[in-house]
């Protein structure tokens, strides 16, 4: 067991000041605003206009749905190691979307319970991912065994989810028939109030191991953004969940994508511009992508004949969906990716070598 744990240990190493990292990527900030949301549950209220809320949701929310898509082709050498992905995927993906506008009630309903199913578990994994990045940059080398059990962690809000919300998860997945029973019934209501109380509990009790394990311990950071995912979808209700989940991981992956992107940029030889042009330069672009994205495209859709609704719900499922899998490829930390040398980067090399291949994301 570990002895003496200093509060440098447990602050760990982050990538901007701790008070950066720990309000705006761990999710600190979120969970005082959570609690505003929740004692404003008739609406927005003090915490945020309604008139200010269309602002908040491009400059945020959709701003960072194009953040993968600015950081996968900003990203040097992202066409030639990943040419599928930069030049046929796009394509892929508007077939789809146009199949799914074309058919709105055959295939476009399920598009959108496929991304409505998907996000929980896409901002799981990134609790994760951010978990086990900054264990690696802080130098704790979590061992198999302890990565399994902090997936699963981050897992139970999402698997939570999955069994409770309505229109998504086993609601889109089983008949109504099915549904209907009332053993099916007790047996969701007993299943929603174990994941509950396991997506409670075992982010700390596997923070608590870690920290008796030679490999620890774990920065609190690393608890936080576990712990602070599972609140927005186990406090909030199921609809302020998928608005104010979205707007919370928004905000993370805005600041952490920034983040690489200036270290990225201001590593390049020749480079003339300083982190603050190159942080301007990547939330301006993002944000410009957003509005074409979720404005512009769906008027090109309505323009060529597609109804207007079915437009701008299918484009929004689509977004989702590519932001969804180009994240799982952006983020990996493969030897000799920049990604990894960011990470790396002041770490002990200890910890970061016995444990690199399953950052994932």
């Known amino acids: 067991m570990r002895q003496g744990v ?8 982050t990538f901007g000041p701790p008070w ?27 915490v945020l206009g309604h008139a200010a809320l269309p602002w908040f949701l491009l400059l945020v929310n959709a701003a960072h749905f194009a953040a ?7 990203k040097p050498g992202s066409v030639r190691a990943l040419p599928f992905l930069t030049l046929a995927f796009p394509l892929v993906a508007l077939l789809v979307l146009t199949v799914c506008i074309a058919e709105p009630a055959r295939l476009g309903r399920h598009f959108q319970s496929l991304y409505l199913t998907w996000s929980p578990y896409h901002y799981a994994a990134q609790a994760y991912g951010l978990a086990v990045m900054y264990s690696y940059r802080s130098g704790c ?44 019934a007790a047996l969701r209501a007993g299943a929603g109030t174990l994941l509950w109380a ?38 909030l209700g199921p609809l302020d969940a998928f608005v104010w989940a979205t707007v919370f991981h928004g905000v993370q992956y805005l600041a952490i994508a920034t983040i690489f992107h200036v270290k990225d940029r201001s590593g390049l030889a020749g480079n003339r511009h300083g982190p603050l042009y190159h942080t301007l330069w990547f939330y301006g672009a993002s944000v410009l992508l957003a509005y074409a994205l979720f404005n512009l495209l769906p008027l090109g859709f309505v323009a060529a004949g597609f109804g ?5 719900l299918m484009v929004v499922a ?11 490829y952006i983020w990996r930390l493969k030897q000799g990716d920049r990604n990894r040398s960011i990470v790396d980067a002041g770490a002990p090399a200890a910890g970061y070598a016995a444990a690199h291949a399953s950052a994932g994301r």
Not at 212 to 232: D, E, Y
């Open 141 to 184: 080398k979590l061992a198999a065994a302890d990565k399994k059990l902090l997936w699963w962690a981050a897992m139970f809000a999402f698997l939570y989810n999955f069994a409770t919300a309505p229109e998504v998860g086993v609601s889109w997945l089983l008949p109504q028939s099915v549904r209907s029973l009332g053993a099916f």
């Open 68 to 74: 993968s898509t600015v950081r996968l082709y900003a």
């Open 318 to 328: 689509a977004i989702n969906v590519h932001h969804f899998v180009v994240d799982a």
């Open 20 to 46: 950066f990292d720990y309000l705006l990527i761990g999710g600190g900030a979120s969970l005082l605003f959570t609690v505003a949301v929740v004692l404003t549950r008739d609406g927005a209220g003090p």
């Open 6 to 13: 200093g509060a440098a240990a447990l602050v760990g190493r």
């Open 308 to 312: 207007k609704v079915e437009s701008m």
């Open 198 to 235: 396991l997506a409670v509990g075992a982010p700390l009790g596997v923070w608590l191991k870690v920290r008796r394990a030679p490999s620890g311990p774990m920065p609190l950071i690393a608890l936080l953004t576990v712990v602070a995912n599972g609140v927005w979808f186990l406090v």
